[in-house]
């Protein structure tokens, strides 16, 4: 059974800092793709961050405009977990905040899959 568990989220003031994380299980982590995505009250699902593990084991992020310099994405192949610190938060942040994997079930296959968490909310207030 495949599951995606984010944990982390919560109250913070503006400018305050919040990491959330994200255990996989059920699917061979380290060849999937993960992302955090977030959704504001009456607002679109948005990209937040991605971050992939290469062949080598090098891991690369990217980021939305949105939180780029203010957001970093990681990850513990490890672990099975996927990290997002959160800095310099803002109002416009508050959101619930969901992991996301994906990936092939089968290596070299057109078999693509994606996996959703259940989301943690994140609410900058002060």
């Known amino acids: 059974q495949v599951q995606l568990v984010e944990s982390g989220g919560g109250l913070v003031q503006p400018g305050g800092s919040l990491r959330l994380s994200c255990v996989g299980s059920?699917?061979?982590?380290?060849?999937?793709?993960m992302n955090w995505y977030r959704q504001a009250s009456g607002k679109e699902r948005e990209l937040v961050g991605t971050v992939t593990t290469a062949e080598s084991g090098t891991n690369y992020a990217s980021y939305a405009d949105s939180v780029k310099g203010r957001f970093a994405i990681s990850r513990d192949n490890a672990k099975s977990t996927v990290y997002l610190q959160m800095n310099s938060l803002k109002p416009e942040d508050t959101a619930v905040y969901y992991c996301n994997a994906v990936g092939h079930r089968t290596p070299y296959t057109d078999d693509m899959v994606a996996y959703w968490g259940r989301g943690t909310l994140v609410t900058v207030s002060s």
């Open positions: 059920g699917f061979t982590f380290s060849t999937y793709a």
